[in-house]
Structures are given as structure tokens and as C-alpha cells.
């Protein structure tokens, strides 16, 4: 299995119920959406990892981890730009944290360097070097 990156710029798109999202998260119950990979179509299997990585204003850094329950789909864009079209997968998301409490891109730049944590579209791959690195300072993050 592989690791995903899904980003997300909150001047670019408003997550209107990441709180809602973030306090079912916290209680334990299943929280499960739908994420653009840009358009990646292949490469991404059920059961791959996936992180949101929240770019543009600070703080940056992963706000939310899951796993791929659906493979690539197309459907209308999330920019709402009629008749624009980019690909999703389906995640049943295990942690989400505000987005005050990222886990920083800067500490996973120092400790994670094969992986590019600034990428300009979601889909893209962690690197298998920096999968297990990922999972523990994920795991150890405090929200």
C-alpha cells in the first residue's frame, strides 16, 4: 500500500464543516468524505494511506488522516467552474485536528526529506522512505 497526499488551501476553498468533522473525529465516530487527487487517475488503491496536507495561509502542515475506501472518480470540480471536472477518492478519515494543530511542514520537511510537502496539487505520493516516519510523528502529534 502507498501513501496519498490530499491538500487543501482554506483562500482557495472554505471546509464548511471541518468543526463538525473534527468533533466527530474527537468523539470516535466515522467520518467519511471525498477528496481531490487533482487528476490522478491511477496510482492510488483502496487501502492506501491518505493525508491532508492545508497549504496557503499559516499554519501548514497535515490536518487529517484516513484510508482510500474508493478508487479515482471524476466528477464536477470543487471550484464549482461549470462543465471543469477533477478526480476524487473517497476516505473514511480516522483523525482530523483543527487547523490551528497541524502537524507543521516544517518539522516534516527536517525530519521527512524524500517527500515534497509543498506540492501544488493533491494525488501526490509520499515517499515509501518516509512512510513509517510519517505514521509515528503523525501518531505522536498532539492536537
Known sequence: MGTVLGIWNPV?????????????????????????VSNRQHGVSIGDRFFILKLGEDPRGIIASGTVVR??????????????TTNYVEVDFDRLLDPANVLPVELLESQLPNTHWRPQGGGTSV?????????????????
Open 127 to 143: 515517499s515509501p522512505a518516509d512512510e513509517a516516519d510519517l505514521e509515528q510523528l503523525w501518531g505522536t502529534h498532539k492536537s
Open 12 to 36: 482557495m476553498w472554505q471546509w464548511d464543516d471541518l468543526h463538525l468533522r473534527v468533533r466527530e473525529s474527537d468523539a470516535g465516530k466515522d467520518v467519511r468524505g471525498r477528496w481531490s
Open 71 to 84: 478508487l479515482p472518480f471524476e466528477d464536477d470540480h470543487w471550484d464549482e467552474t461549470p462543465g471543469k
